[in-house]
């Protein structure tokens, strides 16, 4: 499946959702579709994207979080399967991009190309839904699935093409991100 | 819960502690469990406007008052000196974004300590958190505890400061063993 098809659709029925992005490739792929206020780009802190949309779902619990992160990221947040378990937010769902390999740094095998299923790990944990998605028609029966109602954390797991596309860079100035994204939710800057 | 008045700050400085906290608008906790920080992890996970995170490591603490903050909550993260040491790489996040950080981290290694094993964390908690960015605050009675973290929580939530606040444990005392 082709990453960025996959994010678009995801993206074009967000419906309002507050986007956070994983270092790499995820944040370039949300970038490319469109630059948006409500997006939350992450350009480090590997294994902070989950868990920083935890954190964004209980400030704002009228508004879903939609983290796109890659496989990489969430196995450097093992431990946040169950502490996002543990908080059982309504409003947050998890897409792993998963291409079985750490893209950024010269394509070498990541663990869920070895045996690892982060769907299983998330329902293991007590995730409300998870599943592994492999091409686009299923991605537009997850964006069906997405507006309704969540009575827990959701995991969806896409399986990608393992492929280094252009670059489309999102702007690194951190507070600047930071303050586009709280003026989106009506907060001051400081 | 005694009022202000009457509290020995010596002793009740975790419910003083509570007090300045919710009058700092603090609406948001994550925490990895320390002995000394029983108290107050009770008084927050009881208090119903106070969300409050339970963590495997302390990290991830570090990520969700980022978001906490993002959203409009101010958070606070409770932990041990060891933990600071699974802290170091996110916080790149709030020292880089320059997001409101508070963390309340109880000393372990310095003082009366009976496990060696703490000594080396302790020894690294301050330069540690100052090499990342993090600005470091240190109480060692409860009076001065009370002080630091008022003034902290303006540093970080007003002033956006990364503040960590240390916990001699001196003041925490021996541990019950």
């Known amino acids: 499946m082709d990453r960025r098809a996959a994010v678009a659709k995801l993206l074009e029925a967000r419906d309002g959702a507050l986007v956070v992005t994983g270092l790499g490739s995820p944040s370039y792929n949300v970038h490319a579709h469109a630059d948006t206020d409500n997006n939350y780009y992450l350009w480090g802190a590997m294994g902070g994207a989950a868990l920083t949309g935890l954190g964004i779902a209980q400030a704002q619990t009228a508004k879903r979080v939609m983290v796109i992160t890659g496989d990489g990221e969430m196995l450097m947040a093992f431990g946040a399967f169950a502490t996002i378990a543990v908080a059982a937010p309504k409003n947050l769902d998890i897409i792993v991009l998963d291409n079985q390999h750490f893209g950024e740094t010269g394509m070498q095998d990541s663990h869920t190309g070895m045996g690892i299923d982060l769907s299983e790990i998330a329902k293991a944990s007590g995730f409300s839904e998870t599943r592994v998605i492999r091409d686009l028609d299923q991605v537009d029966q997850l964006c069906r699935d997405l507006t309704k109602p969540a009575s827990g954390p959701r995991l969806f797991v896409l399986k990608i093409e393992a492929k280094n596309l252009p670059r489309s860079l999102p702007p690194r100035d951190a507070t600047y991100i930071k303050t586009r994204f709280r003026s989106h939710l009506g907060l001051a800057p400081c | ?177």
Request: charged letters at 20%.
């Open chain 2, 1 to 177: 819960m005694k009022a202000t008045t009457m509290r020995d700050l010596s002793q009740d400085w975790p419910e003083a502690l509570y007090d300045t906290l919710k009058a700092a608008d603090v609406g948001h906790m994550s925490y990895v469990p320390d002995a000394g920080h029983t108290t107050l992890i009770n008084l927050l996970n009881e208090d119903k406007q106070v969300k409050t995170n339970v963590l495997t490591t302390e990290e991830e603490g570090v990520a969700i008052a980022t978001g906490a903050w993002l959203g409009g909550l101010r958070s606070v993260i409770l932990m041990q000196s060891s933990g600071v040491g699974n802290c170091i790489n996110m916080l790149s996040l709030p020292v880089q974004t320059r997001t409101p950080l508070l963390m309340l981290v109880t000393m372990r290694g310095e003082w009366n300590e009976f496990n060696p094993w703490q000594v080396p964390m302790g020894k690294a908690t301050q330069a540690a958190l100052e090499a990342i960015g993090v600005t470091v605050l240190r109480a060692e009675t409860g009076k001065d505890l009370i002080e630091i973290v008022e003034q902290a929580a303006t540093m970080a939530y007003e002033a956006d400061g990364q503040i960590a606040v240390l916990i001699g444990q001196r003041l925490l005392g021996k541990k019950k063993w």
